[in-house]
């Protein structure tokens, strides 16, 4: 067992070093953005991440999966199109059938679900099938906007990307459903391998937690341990493979730690790890080139912004390449 | 909140390795200081203002050990070594008086004064009511106390004892402060702290 292990490590290694850049047959990277609260910039924030992406010479695919009236064109600066993702929500056309181009290399997009006059029905909707209609799509990088919909049905989706990242805006209301969020997330993971009558006890007893009429400490560890019918795994999983959090907005000195700061609650209040990856600071360029349709890091390459946003792919991409070789 | 084995890992309260480098400990402090006081939007709806005092507190001592070379050695000691330690030999006054220990014998100077009692001398201080800096003095040296060594054992500046037995208030910080100094000197000659201190800021006052 051991050996085998170690021997694929080897492989991936050498896999690793000999694709420089290029897709070799290798299943995409697949990042998913999400977050608590709309009108954070998740939309901008999964915009710049695959133009800083591209620029690093990277084959890169944004999908919209804002069911809400995406605009991820407009964060792009292109015209919305006709092709969108009703067309494979719909099963009209496969995921490879609506991906457009723009006039950025080695950047796609599958636009967003934009015309809303059509009620929508999702009750069809298969997310295990698009997941791996995602992973056969022959890109470096797959960007998925997760909008603010209905998250249950993007759920397991949002399990199996690469990456998960969460981004909070610096306000109170932002940072509040972000910690509602992990929340859910936490809650949604372990419902999966726990017996219902289990489970309904755990949510009373967070919901006791929350209200502070617990007598003792609460802790995820110790209580998952001591209850029949859950186990600690999918939490240890959560640990290992923690969620990551950005912060977009920044606009004072004071607020620049307030990523750590929001991974210390979690730490302390959870018992859950999560990565903060860095703050992208409050910059007035950017909406005034998405009035411009023209994308910021586009329009104004050396604004800090761009800086910000690279130090974040490099860190997000560096620390998989650790993970693998490790 | 804290898991309550967690509550004496100050690796723990500050969510470090046990392996950080001194400048880790000091940035983790900082950060964790920032996000428990004062009015951090990151604790909003989670901490209670109680609770985040408590957290805070604990930081605090966790960095008292922690962020002090000696400290956190003697600490590691007990945490990291074979012999596993109680929870009780981890705590903050624990250490800390570990470290007394160690200091002391360091110095080695703990060599006892002796005066010869004088009787009448003594009825005098009993009956005193009126403190004045001269008759502190007075005590102090008929218990053949030196200065610099009573500023050693009550830490504050021999400066301020002296300015304090010539009642100089120019050379004296805030009254608060000079009455804290009153108490410590007479708790030091066995005198009764409360007593004269208030006699003595009585004047100081004036």
New interface residues.
């Given amino acids: 067992m051991n050996k085998v292990g170690l021997s694929q490590g080897v492989h991936m290694e050498l896999v690793n070093k000999t694709a420089t850049h290029s897709h070799q047959g290798k299943a995409p990277e697949i990042w998913a953005i999400n977050s608590g609260k709309g009108g954070v910039g998740k939309t901008f924030i999964t915009s710049s991440l695959g133009l800083t992406l591209s620029k690093l010479n990277y084959n890169v695919l944004i999908v919209d999966l804002d069911l809400s009236g995406a605009n991820m064109h407009t964060a792009l600066g292109l015209k919305p199109s006709h092709l969108n993702m009703r067309h494979f929500l719909d099963e009209q056309k496969s995921l490879s059938e609506i991906v457009i181009p723009t006039p950025f290399p080695k950047l796609s997009y599958i636009q967003g679900v934009w015309d809303l006059w059509v009620p929508f029905d999702l009750s069809k909707f298969d997310e295990f099938k698009m997941s791996a209609e995602l992973k056969k799509l022959k890109y470096d990088y797959i960007l998925v906007d997760f909008g603010v919909g209905p998250f249950e049905k993007f759920f397991n989706m949002f399990l199996e990307c690469d990456q998960r990242i969460v981004v909070s805006s610096?306000?109170?209301t932002s940072?509040?459903k972000t910690?509602r969020f992990i929340e859910s997330y936490i809650c949604q993971n372990l419902k999966s391998k726990a017996t219902p009558e289990a489970y309904h006890k755990l949510i009373n007893t967070l919901r006791d937690f929350r209200h502070?009429v617990l007598d003792n400490?609460?802790?995820f560890?110790?209580y998952l341990k001591e209850n029949d019918g859950l186990t600690l795994e999918p939490f240890n999983k959560l640990n290992r493979e923690p969620l990551k959090l950005l912060i977009n907005g920044i606009r004072s000195q004071s607020l620049m730690?307030?990523g750590?700061?929001?991974k210390?609650?979690c730490?302390?209040?959870y018992g859950l790890n999560v990565d903060y990856i860095g703050h992208i600071e409050f910059d007035n360029s950017v909406w005034q080139s998405v009035k411009n349709m023209e994308p910021v890091l586009i329009a104004q390459p050396f604004t800090p912004v761009a800086g910000q946003f690279l130090s974040i792919c490099k860190y997000l991409a560096d620390s998989k390449e650790i993970q693998v070789a490790a | 909140?804290?898991?309550?084995n967690s509550r004496f890992n100050f690796y723990e309260v500050l969510?470090l390795n046990t392996n950080s480098a001194q400048h880790e400990i000091t940035t983790a402090y900082e950060?964790?200081r920032?996000?428990y006081s004062g009015e951090?939007?990151?604790?909003?709806?989670?901490?209670?203002e109680q609770e985040a005092r408590e957290?805070l507190t604990l930081i605090e001592e966790a960095y008292s050990i922690l962020g002090n070379k000696t400290l956190r050695n003697i600490y590691d000691q007990r945490l990291l070594g074979n012999n596993k330690s109680n929870p009780e030999d981890l705590t903050y006054e624990s250490i800390l008086s570990a470290s007394r220990l160690i200091f002391n014998e360091a110095k080695g100077e703990n060599k006892k004064i002796v005066y010869v009692r004088d009787e009448a001398f003594e009825k005098e201080i009993a009956e005193q009511t009126q403190w004045t800096g001269v008759f502190l003095k007075k005590v102090r040296e008929y218990k053949k106390y030196p200065i610099e060594r009573l500023s050693d054992v009550i830490k504050v500046n021999p400066f301020y004892i002296k300015a304090i037995e010539l009642e100089e208030p120019t050379n004296l910080p805030a009254p608060v402060f000079v009455r804290g100094y009153v108490m410590q000197i007479s708790k030091e000659l066995g005198l009764d702290a409360k007593t004269v201190a208030d006699s003595y800021m009585k004047r100081f006052n004036k």
């Fill in positions: 610096p306000e109170p940072i509040e910690y502070n400490p609460f802790s560890k110790s730690d307030l750590y700061s929001m210390s609650v730490n302390k209040y | 909140m804290l898991a309550s969510e950060r964790a920032a996000t951090n939007p990151a604790i909003y709806t989670i901490f209670s957290l």
